[in-house]
């Protein structure tokens, strides 16, 4: 087999994929449509622009995407590198400077001797080895290519993003800053919270949202499927838009992206009713985002109802949120653990296209594919993980789950099996135990593949 691979797709899962497989030696093709095809929601002709928030997850080495970010430190991701050089402030969490962040890993990639970074739309499935990496805006034709090869129609949901604000034009005499409230997170107040101090102001606020217009889909957001209609939009339940949770109840909110819990007001001797958290979104510290507040409203409505919230009365919108199609193919029918499809053994697929949700589980599926190409290409046997470490747990859900059920999925204890001996430990033990037992698997196995 020719010491070549191509990959389809400059995102998150693509850049990570060509990277790994060119430092093991293997000459790589990226191609990348932007900016020749544009996609509707990406603004840059930048590599690994992060679309939605600028946040990657929990650092915290309990936490599931703690410990995923730990497996790919060891794993020698580059993008992850590349994100703690571009880390904001954010407590716990790692966010990034969006801008620089894509910037630096378009550098690297465009400057490795072994990338070739093509701009241009690969329409169709090579026949050689590759690596499909195209993420849930994959063009029209290669959507249709697709299709064909895997003979089942794409399963497809909708993601929203959140609007971003100037942060002089947030009223800081009414908003205040403190960390987010998730117990065990060190800050000093790296969110600024603007409170709902009255239930009767939240309320108003829910029958606003609940009431907006929103914006009818555009065609690159529509299901590609034929005989599917726009009003037929299926959700992910992890990154549903602001209005969609209003109208799921009054306190749906104030217990989602708006709980007050660990947000004590340090002006007022009483906590929120509900509190909208901003996070920096830049390394300037002049842009911030809204925490959880995706949306599909439209831009004058998002002006008007957003104003709404206390300390944002004169917000300057420099990004508004958007809604847009998030295609992923029927992985746990066409793909085996190592990220190869089952009927190629020398055709990948990485990233979200495969139902691995969030920007680490596309990082980190793309890291593995890239090194199992590269295996692959040099007559080695491509690694399946240890189902104990957060990467192998999420290749083995997406390729094993029950595919009329099947849905993208994110790092999380839950898709680990499940622990022996744990007894009575509580939540944080038990997420302390996962973490110590995925490292002891990733030990071992590192030390079996040298």
């Known amino acids: 087999m020719q010491n070549n691979l191509i990959i389809i797709g400059g995102g998150l899962a ?51 995407s703690g410990v995923l970010k730990a497996e790919l430190r060891r794993l020698g991701s580059l993008l992850l590198d590349v994100a703690e050089e571009t880390a904001l402030p954010a407590g716990a969490a790692l966010a990034v400077d969006r801008e620089r962040f894509a910037e630096i890993v378009t550098e690297r990639i465009s400057a490795h001797p072994n990338i070739e970074l093509i701009r241009a739309e690969m329409p169709d499935i090579p026949s050689g080895p590759a690596i499909i990496a195209s993420g849930p805006l994959t063009s029209a034709r290669l959507s249709q290519a697709l299709a064909q090869f895997s003979g089942e129609q794409h399963l497809y949901f909708y993601d929203a993003i959140a609007p971003i604000v100037e942060a002089g034009s947030i009223n800081m005499n009414i908003a205040y800053r403190a960390s987010r409230w998730d117990e065990g997170e060190q800050s000093d107040g790296d969110y600024i919270n603007c409170p709902f101090h009255l239930k009767s102001e939240y309320l108003a606020f829910v029958e606003a949202l609940r ?75 002049n842009l911030y985002n809204l925490v959880g507040f995706q949306t599909n409203l439209t831009f004058p409505e998002q002006r008007r109802v957003l104003r709404l919230i206390p300390g944002l009365e004169q917000a300057e919108f420099v990004r508004y949120g958007q809604m847009h199609r998030n295609t992923f193919l029927a992985s746990p029918k066409i793909l085996l653990p190592t990220l190869q499809t089952r009927a190629r053994a020398d055709l990948f697929l990485a990233g979200q296209i495969t139902g691995v949700e969030g920007y680490m589980g596309n990082i980190a599926t793309g890291l593995l594919a890239g090194q199992n190409a590269a295996r692959l290409l040099r007559g080695e046997t491509p690694l399946e993980l240890p189902r104990e470490t957060m990467l192998g747990a999420l290749c083995h859900y997406v390729t094993h789950a029950d595919l009329k059920d099947f849905q993208p999925m994110k790092s999380n204890f839950g898709i680990l099996p499940a622990l022996e001996n744990a007894g009575k430990a509580g939540k944080r033990e038990r997420a302390a135990l996962y973490a110590e037992r995925a490292s002891s698997a990733l030990d071992e196995f590192m030390q079996k593949i040298r």
């Open 211 to 285: 009431t907006a217009e929103r914006i009818e889909l555009r065609d690159f957001e529509k299901p590609l499927e034929s005989g599917v209609t726009a009003g037929h939009e299926t959700f992910f339940e992890g990154c549903l838009p602001v209005e969609i949770i209003a109208n799921r109840g009054e306190k749906a909110l104030a217990y989602g992206p708006m709980r007050p819990v660990g947000l004590n007001d340090p002006r007022v001797a009483r906590r929120p009713y509900a509190v909208v958290q901003l996070r920096q979104d830049n390394l300037a510290g």
């Open 14 to 64: 693509g850049s990570e994929a060509a990277w790994q497989a060119a430092q093991r030696d293997i000459k790589v093709r990226l191609y990348e449509m932007r900016p020749v095809l544009a996609t509707g929601a990406h603004q840059t002709p930048n590599l690994a622009e992060l679309v939605c928030s600028n946040s990657l997850g929990s650092n915290l080495p309990d936490r599931a």
